[in-house]
T-cell receptor, first 113, second 108 residues
């Protein structure tokens, strides 16, 4: 049973479209994260949140935005998609630093044509 | 800055033992975690070392030496299903930094 859900699983859209990638978790975790990962490459942190109404940019520059209005929900929005946004986007949550690690969602594989 | 270095690829045969090393240059890391990721899948948490020394979980063991900024993941009795990418991860100030990843190929 998955505790963190991402939708859609796959998405192909045209350049210039606005899209929102959904992420929800049922574990009550305060900390949530968005990572971007190209095939066979490392994960790059693009956004994170410590709790409701708290959002921060990560280490990788991104043209996306996030919001955290509810503890369980952390959507990521691209206002105008470009082919360079083609990648896998992974959402994760955690409770305690380190010891229990992240729980990841299944990811959204985005292709912008 | 934060950086964690791993070998890019390792190949071993079924039943063997393999060690994946991770060296890091960073400040503020208070432990080291390891994640497994199969092709097309999401990373899954394997282990965490909050203290120096060895942690054992079944066929997998992980080691940390904070004085040497070094850790490793040891996989014993390799199985074909262990073919995956393995990432060391350093937690620091509410964020997690991922290593470059090691692709493990297990051959029959």
């Amino acid at each position: 049973e998955a505790d963190i859900y991402q939708t859609p699983r796959y998405l192909v859209i045209g350049t210039g479209k606005k899209i929102t990638l959904e992420c929800s978790q049922t574990m009550g975790h305060d900390k949530m994260y968005w990572y971007q990962q190209d095939p066979g490459m490392e994960l790059h942190l693009i956004h994170y949140s410590y709790g409701v109404n708290s959002t921060e940019k990560g280490d990788l520059s991104s043209e996306s935005t996030v919001s955290r209005i509810r503890t369980e929900h952390f959507p990521l929005t691209l206002e105008s998609a470009r082919p360079s946004h083609t990648s896998q986007y992974l959402c994760a949550s955690s409770e305690y630093e380190g010891q229990y690690g992240y729980t990841f969602g299944s990811g959204t594989r985005l292709t912008v044509v | 800055g934060q950086s964690l270095e791993q070998p890019s690829e390792v190949t071993a045969v079924e039943g063997a033992i393999v060690q994946i090393n991770c060296t890091y240059q960073t400040s503020g890391f208070y432990g080291l975690s390891w994640y497994q990721q199969h092709d097309g899948g999401a990373p899954t948490f394997l282990s965490y070392n909050g203290l120096d020394g060895l942690e054992e979980t079944g066929r997998f063991s992980s080691f940390l030496s904070r004085s040497d900024s070094y850790g490793y993941l040891l996989l014993q009795e390799l199985q074909m299903k262990d073919s995956a990418s393995y990432f060391c991860v350093g937690p620091s100030f509410n964020k997690f930094y991922f290593g470059s990843g090691t692709k493990l190929n297990v051959k029959p």
